[in-house]
């Protein structure tokens, strides 16, 4: 990420901010009008989400989601970005609304933590190690291990492995310690979730796979070398620049816990049965 915005800045000076600022200039027949830069655009740009990346790794389906070439780098619409993220977010933020389980997958390192921070504050399933193939095309047997876990973690709290010896003891920790390496963001996930939101679809290309294969709604990042065809909801964007993914799984976790709020609000504002005391 950070090679591509030195690279981007080293010759062009301040290029991508005149670029960027010519995406909102409107083309009239007669006059061309400048208008003043959108605030969220200045945020995005400021994050680095229109930095896509070098023009000979642009996929064919992302070719209408890029505005232009500075230095042989493509730089994203990021027009299109904002319509895409608010309608990705409305979608999402509909389904948690409704009960609906997101699953959260961003398994390469700049994502982590990120992701760990909207499932922390969402209670929503999430994958940021490897992606544990068969998640969502064998989830029956994926579920069995979760469950295993959980039951092993309530053996250990309540002395029931006192009976083994220490090598068995110390034989459960090491596998305790590798289910939870594995499944620990999988255990609000009881059933296939209702979306599956993918920081990089080309790192995390089987939990797409997956996903199709299983007909769970996809909501993407989708840089300029990824295939935004396959992804119902893509939101073209740079998937690894630090300050990009802060921003876009930062929005994300915001339509999440709408969703959320929503929810609640509707539940508390069922009217009573007839007839019941209130």
């Known amino acids: 990420g950070g090679s591509r915005v030195q690279h981007l800045q080293g010759e062009g ?58 230095n042989t780098i493509s730089v994203i619409d990021l027009v299109q970005t904002k319509d895409a993220l608010r309608s990705a977010k409305e979608f999402l933020s509909d389904v948690v609304s409704r009960g609906g389980l997101v ?27 490897r992606w544990i193939g068969g998640a969502l095309t064998n989830f029956k047997v994926i579920s069995k291990r979760v469950e295993y876990m959980m039951q092993l973690e309530h053996d250990k709290k309540s002395g029931a492995l006192e009976k083994y010896t220490k090598k068995e003891r110390l034989g459960k920790d090491e596998e305790l310690a590798r289910l939870v390496r594995m499944f620990d963001g999988l255990r609000s996930m009881k059933r296939l979730p209702n979306a599956v939101f993918i920081v990089d679809t080309t790192y995390d290309d089987t939990a797409v796979n997956e996903a199709r294969r299983m007909k769970v709604p996809i909501v993407a990042l989708c840089d300029t070398n990824a295939n935004a065809a396959v992804i119902s909801h893509p939101i073209p964007s740079n998937d690894d620049a630090l300050p990009a993914l802060r921003y876009m799984i930062g929005e994300i976790g915001i339509a999440i816990e709408q969703g959320l709020k929503d929810k609640q609000t509707a539940a508390e504002n069922i009217p009573p049965v007839a007839g019941q005391q209130v």
């Open 13 to 70: 000076g301040f290029g991508i901010f005149t670029l960027m600022e010519e995406a909102v200039i409107t083309l009239e027949n007669t006059a061309i009008l400048a208008a003043p830069i959108d605030p969220e655009l200045e945020r995005m740009m400021k994050a680095g989400v229109h930095l896509g990346h070098a023009k000979t790794k642009d996929h064919p389906s992302m070719k209408r989601h890029i505005f232009g070439v500075r």
């Open 103 to 129: 699953l959260l997958v961003g398994t390469r390192p700049a994502a982590r933590a990120f992701i760990l921070d909207v499932a922390g504050k969402t209670g929503m399933p999430y994958f940021i190690e």
